[in-house]
């Protein structure tokens, strides 16, 4: 089983603002800037994007990304922020799980405006949190299910 750490948790609950990275079909790397929500029990960011976006094809295609989070106010004595990595959820896995329900949970506004929930899985997280030490870094990495039973 995955244990979660609550301190990472609790810091994606606080936060709604996700840097994610990606490489087109060339390999040329291109990020976005997005609103998040995270499925902590199944360690999910589920995001929201316009239709014909630049990013649409690269979100739609199982892929590998990585991303960042930072706090909306940054305090220089007390850094907190996480990087990530992970895969993209297939169209019809996102559907399936209804993790639209969960992103227009916390953002409602969202509703009016077109486009379409995608979906990462976290792989491997790093968590920088100097409110517990100076430098402390938290890591947690998904237990493949063949370990993990």
Known sequence: MNNFPEE???????????TVCFTDEKGAPYCINCFFVFDESRQL????????AFHEDFVRDVAAVAGSVL????????????QFI??????N??????????????????RVM???IWALR?????????TLGFGTKLNWRRIPATEGV
């Not at 810091?11 to 996700?18: G, H």
């Not at 106010?73 to 996480?82: A, E, H, V």
């Not at 799980?97 to 506004?109: C, I, R, T, V």
Request: glycine share 10%; charged share 20%.
């Open 8 to 18: 990472i948790a609790v810091f994606l609950k606080q936060n709604k603002v996700a």
């Open 45 to 52: 960011f589920v995001f929201k994007s316009s239709f014909g």
């Open 71 to 82: 706090p909306e106010k940054l305090d220089p004595l007390k850094i907190k922020g996480m």
């Open 86 to 91: 992970g895969q993209t959820l297939s169209e």
């Open 93 to 110: 896995e996102v559907n399936v799980m209804g993790l639209s329900g969960l992103y227009y949970q916390k953002f409602p506004f969202g």
């Open 114 to 116: 077109p486009g379409y």
């Open 122 to 130: 976290a792989d491997f997280i790093k968590f920088t949190d100097n």
